[in-house]
Structures are given as structure tokens and as C-alpha cells.
């Protein structure tokens, strides 16, 4: 069946650090790829999303690109702020949506 | 403002003792799903719903309940709750289940079963 799988986590980086969270997915067809975040206290929200191959998404800062050839959305942002700490989810959307485990991000001050 | 609304946000509760987590939406969405998330696993889905009168196992549904009378409406139904259903629930809806939009989701029931 359809999956998702994306680093473990937790996640610790400096302020203004360069941010990776890798994610991968097995579907069949052809699914629209998300991001969502979790602040602490919160229910998740959409980051940005994806609807076919080399699709990117955008949004405060953070991308990330719909790979078909290596079946990755893997998240991406320049420079982190302390606000960008927070759970990410990589998420597929063909049928009901399926989520990875999410990632925990941590950026110290 | 388009929104998913659940009650309660917390919940303590004793073994054995039914209760019913509420969940609306008012975006006259199809399709409604319930998801339970823990430390490690993520979140998993317990029930879904295409439509009025149209509910469906997902992942982890043992000890659960739904039912769907009203399109707005998807309350989850814990008849004899356990330690291990001590959780934080989310309900989301999208427009149908095939759609390449967003889902939406209700803030969270954090619930601790005793």
C-alpha cells in the first residue's frame, strides 16, 4: 500500500542554519505530496503542497520539490528562525491521506 | 472562516466509562477522518467517512466507534475506554477522499484514560 517515510527526528539546529527533512513515499498513481506542521499546543496546519512531478511548493520561506524519478518531497529552508521549531509531517494525498511519523525540529537561539 | 471544530480539548477520564469526542466542520466536506497520534508511531487513522452514512476502518480502530447522521458531524465514540487509548486525537476533513487539496484539522483532544 501506499506509504511515507521521512528522517527521524529530533532535529536540533542553530538559528539561521540551513534546514533538510527528507522525505520519501511509495504510491501507486499519482498522489499530491504535503507538508504539514505542528506547532507545540496546536493541530496541524498545511505548509505547502504539491500536485504532480517537479511541482515545487513554496511557503514562509520553506520548499520543497515533487521528484517523480526518485520519489522524494524533501523539505527545504535557508535560514531558520527560532519561531520554525515545531513537528513536520510529509504527508501523500491519492486516497485518504497517509502521513510519515513526523520530525521533530528544534532551532536553539 | 473555514474550520474544524472539536470538543473537548482535554479529557481525563477512568477505565470503563464511555465517552464521545465531538467533531464539525463547516465546510460541507464529504469526507472526515479521525486520527490518533503518539510519541514515535505519528498519526494513524482510526475511522473515515466518504460520506452521510458511510463510515470505514482505517488503521487502528479497535475500541472505537463513529457514526456520520449529518454531513457537518463526526463524533468519536470510545463505549469502554482503556489506558491505552491515552492519546491526542485529531478529526480532519476534506472535500472527498480522492481530492489533491488540503485537509483540514480540528485542534486536537488531548484524552488520558486512567
Known amino acids: 500500500g501506499d506509504s511515507v517515510t521521512q528522517m527521524e527526528g529530533p532535529v536540533t539546529l542553530s538559528e539561521e542554519a540551513f534546514l533538510t527533512i527528507n522525505c520519501t513515499y511509495t504510491?501507486?498513481?499519482?498522489?499530491?505530496l504535503f507538508w504539514y506542521v505542528q506547532y507545540p499546543g496546536e493541530g496541524l496546519q498545511l505548509l505547502l503542497k504539491a500536485t504532480k512531478a517537479d511541482d515545487k511548493g513554496s511557503n514562509k520561506g520553506f520548499e520543497a520539490t515533487y521528484r517523480k524519478e526518485t520519489t522524494s518531497f524533501h523539505l527545504e529552508k535557508g535560514s531558520v528562525q527560532v519561531s520554525d521549531s515545531a513537528v513536520y509531517f510529509c504527508?501523500?494525498?491519492?486516497?485518504?491521506?497517509?502521513f510519515g511519523k513526523g520530525t521533530r525540529l528544534h532551532i536553539l537561539p | 472562516e473555514a474550520q474544524v471544530t472539536q470538543n473537548p480539548r482535554y479529557l481525563i477520564t477512568v477505565t470503563g466509562k464511555k465517552l464521545t469526542v465531538t467533531c464539525s466542520q463547516n465546510m460541507n466536506h464529504e469526507y472526515m477522518s479521525w486520527y490518533r497520534q503518539d510519541p514515535g508511531l505519528g498519526l494513524r487513522q482510526i475511522y473515515y467517512s466518504m460520506n452521510v452514512e458511510v463510515t470505514d476502518k482505517g488503521d487502528v480502530p479497535e475500541g472505537y466507534k463513529v457514526s456520520r447522521k449529518e454531513k457537518r458531524n463526526f463524533p468519536l465514540i470510545l463505549e469502554s475506554p482503556s489506558p491505552n487509548q491515552t492519546s491526542l486525537y485529531f478529526c480532519?476533513?476534506?472535500?472527498?477522499?480522492?481530492?489533491?487539496?488540503?485537509?483540514?484539522f480540528g485542534q486536537g483532544t488531548r484524552l488520558t484514560v486512567v
Open positions: 504527508a501523500l494525498s491519492g486516497s485518504g491521506i497517509i
Open positions: 480532519a476533513s476534506t472535500r472527498d477522499r480522492g481530492d489533491r487539496t488540503e485537509a483540514f
Open positions: 504510491a501507486t498513481g499519482y498522489p499530491s
